[in-house]
C-alpha cells in the first residue's frame, strides 16, 4: 500500500479538526466537563468492571500506576468511587463506583450515545457500516 500524500494528510487533519469543533463531546456534556478526560475514562472502566484494581485501570487506559492512582484518589475525594480492601490480600483496593459514580457514568452514557446519533443521522445505513469498518480497522493497526 503506498504511503499518505502530503495533501492527504492536510485534508486528514482539516476534516479531524472541522470534525472535533462539530461535535464536542465536552458541550454535550454540560455541567459533567468538571472531570477530566481521565477520570472519565477510569469511571468508564470502573463500571464495566466493578471490583478491579487501579492496576486493572491503568493497564487499560495505558497509563502509569502513580498517574491512575492520583486520579482514583480525585474520584474518592469526589464521592465518586469506592476503594474496600480484598479479603484475601489486605493490601490489595478493589474500585466500585457510588451511588454518585454511577449516576455520573449514566450522564456520561447518554452523552456519548447523543453525540454519536448526530455524527451517523446523516450517513446512510451502509455509509455507518463503513464508517465503523473503518474507524475500527485503524485502532485495530496500532495493537
Request: contains cysteine; aromatic residues 4%.
Amino acid at each position: 500500500m503506498p504511503d499518505p500524500t502530503d495533501d492527504e494528510l492536510a485534508k486528514l487533519g482539516a476534516a479531524f479538526d472541522a470534525f472535533a469543533r462539530r461535535y464536542k463531546l465536552a458541550d454535550a456534556l454540560g455541567s459533567e466537563t468538571m472531570l477530566n478526560e481521565l477520570d472519565k475514562q477510569a469511571l468508564l472502566y470502573v463500571s464495566d468492571h466493578p471490583g478491579c484494581g487501579p492496576t486493572d485501570v491503568g493497564r487499560f487506559l495505558g497509563v502509569p500506576i502513580t498517574t491512575i492512582s492520583s486520579a482514583t484518589d480525585r474520584l474518592v475525594k469526589r464521592g465518586l468511587l469506592q476503594r474496600t480492601r480484598m479479603e484475601t490480600d489486605r493490601r490489595a483496593v478493589a474500585l466500585e463506583l457510588s451511588e454518585a459514580g454511577t449516576e455520573r457514568v449514566a450522564g456520561l452514557l447518554a452523552a456519548h450515545r447523543a453525540l454519536y446519533r448526530r455524527m451517523l443521522e446523516p450517513l446512510s445505513p451502509s455509509e455507518r457500516e463503513s464508517l465503523i469498518r473503518i474507524v475500527t480497522k485503524i485502532i485495530s493497526s496500532e495493537d
